[in-house]
């Protein structure tokens, strides 16, 4: 009898393992976290250590959130294996310590973009597909020489550019003109760098939206974009425009979804540590991909319980 039970006990596990490393259930009507960063140095409201930024990646990748970019959120390109939460991760400004190079060109490891390669390197599941809104008015990256190469590898990679307005200013305060020039610029410059790349999404400096918010979305700009240059007229229509932060944005896959007002999630302690700890212990609330692709607003919409 004794021999019978043990022959059992190799099924058992084996069946104990099985449900153990079974997916999640599927939850395409789950919320999305939209991170945004912006400095990188010491731990502060606006600033986020890089020793934090490689925990934040181990900490997500490690709890079965996969990097897309925001592009791919609000289109909902993205296939992720079943069990898996899109997350997308945004930069603003176009801060120095983002993304740095050395003299002779090359990525510096001493900044966010190398951490998070050395990190997609040890873990391919967790590639390098972020966006980042830069202000080309304010010396993108901090290094006026190596905007374009940057901007290329930063593409390269799978990363998104989007437009922060030429030099961040406070789009409430400024007349319909004035907003136009300063997204219209902000556009022209990215044009300049990166020829044919098509920019879908903009970030409203302060998280503040114009009087009529619609400029921000699709509007255009005709002017000179220096001394003595002649006159351009350029154009744009952005399928995504996003704010500073407050909380995670709706399922792409659901009707309604008001891809002009995104909130963000922004990145400092204890914020970030709050919302992890929030979907760990409230699952059901968090996007969970079934392996399959499907198009953006596909599902009826539908009443939402109340946070608690």
């Known amino acids: 009898m004794l021999l019978r039970r043990l022959s059992w006990l190799p099924l058992l596990a084996v069946f104990s393992w099985s449900l153990a490393a079974a997916p999640p259930r599927a939850n395409l009507r789950g919320e999305v976290m939209i991170l945004v960063y912006h400095n990188f140095g010491p731990e502060a409201r606006w600033s986020r250590s890089l020793a934090n930024f490689d925990s934040d990646l181990s900490r997500l990748e490690s709890a079965g959130y996969r990097p897309v970019t925001l592009r791919q959120y609000v289109t909902a390109d993205f296939q992720l294996p079943a069990g898996t939460t899109p997350v997308v991760l945004t930069f603003d400004d176009g801060s120095r310590n983002q993304m740095k190079f050395t003299a002779g060109g090359q990525l510096d490891p001493d900044c966010a973009v190398a951490h998070w390669v050395a990190f997609a390197k040890a873990h391919p599941d967790f590639p390098v597909h972020g966006t980042f809104f830069v202000n080309p008015g ?150 969970i991909s079934d392996g399959e692709h499907h198009a953006p607003l596909s599902l009826p919409a539908r009443a939402l319980a109340s946070r608690r």
Do not use: C
Request: hydrophobic share 40%; net charge neutral; no cysteine.
């Open 138 to 287: 304010t010396d993108v990256f901090g290094q006026r020489a190596f905007i374009k190469p940057k901007l290329e590898m930063l593409v390269k990679l799978g990363s998104e550019i989007g437009n922060h307005t030429y030099d961040h200013p406070h789009l409430n305060a400024l007349p319909p003109a004035e907003i136009d020039r300063e997204i219209g610029l902000g556009q022209y410059d990215i044009d300049r760098y990166l020829p044919g790349y098509d920019v879908t999404s903009f970030a409203l400096p302060f998280g503040q939206a114009p009087h009529d918010d619609a400029l921000a979305v699709a509007s255009s700009w005709t002017g000179a974009p220096g001394r003595n240059a002649a006159p351009v007229t350029v154009r744009w229509r952005y399928g995504a425009v996003v704010l500073v932060g407050s909380g995670p944005a709706p399922s792409p896959l659901v009707e309604g979804l008001k891809a002009a007002h995104l909130p963000r999630i922004q990145v400092f302690t204890p914020e970030f540590d709050k919302w992890m700890t929030y979907f760990e212990r409230n699952p059901a609330r968090r996007f």
